[in-house]
């Protein structure tokens, strides 16, 4: 089973949708979650981090951590076009072990 | 803030070529780590370093060397280079807690290297 999974979509919406997001995740030693963004062609870019069960709000942007379903998820509302790239979860714990979802790649139709 | 500085940008190599890939990071972090980003396989750890002097492997190791004598810079060795290496790499930093949950991993803009 790997550390985390993610659905690499793609995923295309019409500009104005909300979209969202999913990952599981195994072993709860790991408390600390991430969502990065990633263009193509770029370097993946931290959007949001949290470390507590329920929801992060910033901006259109809401990242969700269920911690007893091991569940993430990133919710990204009024989408623009500039949102379509790549979006990766992650999880960390204190000894610096990182597992990064595969992506999914995201569409914002103007 | 420059934050993760990966050079170059671009890279062909020839089979059985050396080169290195730089990586400086002036946020004074402790751990640097270097990843390959192929498709559909998401970001796999080659090495990673927990300070100056200190280096281990990740999970696809072979063919790669590092070493880390400051705490800015941590290079990535190609000793042979072989078309299987043809991906591109990222270096990432991030702090060492004690205690707490856990910490982000920043990351350079990559290496897009192509073996031939």
């Known amino acids: 089973q790997k550390e985390v999974e993610q659905d690499p979509g793609p995923l295309s919406v019409p500009e104005g949708a909300i979209v969202s997001l999913n990952c599981t995740y195994s072993?709860?030693?790991?408390?600390?979650f991430m969502w990065y963004r990633q263009y193509s062609r770029k370097g993946p870019e931290l959007l949001m981090y949290t470390y507590s069960s329920g929801n992060k709000e910033d901006g259109r942007f809401t990242a969700q951590v269920d911690k007893s379903s091991k569940y993430i998820s990133l919710f990204i509302r009024d989408s623009q076009p500039s949102d379509s790239a790549t979006y990766l979860c992650?999880?960390?714990?204190?000894?610096?072990?990182?597992?990064f979802g595969t992506g999914t790649s995201l569409t914002v139709i103007p | 803030n420059a934050g993760v500085t990966q050079t170059p940008k671009f890279q062909v190599l020839k089979t059985g070529q050396s080169m290195t890939l730089q990586c400086a990071q002036d946020m004074n972090h402790e751990y640097m780590s270097w990843y390959r980003q192929d498709p559909g396989m998401g970001l796999r750890l080659i090495h990673y370093s927990v300070g100056a002097g200190i280096t281990d492997q990740g999970e696809v190791p072979n063919g790669y060397n590092v070493s880390r004598s400051t705490t800015e810079d941590f290079p990535l060795r190609l000793l042979s280079a072989a078309p299987s290496q043809t991906s591109v790499y990222f270096c990432?930093?991030?702090?060492?807690?004690?205690?707490?949950?856990?910490?982000?991993?920043?990351f350079g803009q990559g290496t897009r290297l192509t073996v031939v």
């Open positions: 990432a930093s991030s702090y060492i807690i004690i205690g707490g949950k856990g910490t982000e991993a920043f």
């Open positions: 992650a999880k960390s714990n204190t000894g610096n072990q990182f597992y």
């Open positions: 072993n709860s030693a790991f408390q600390y």
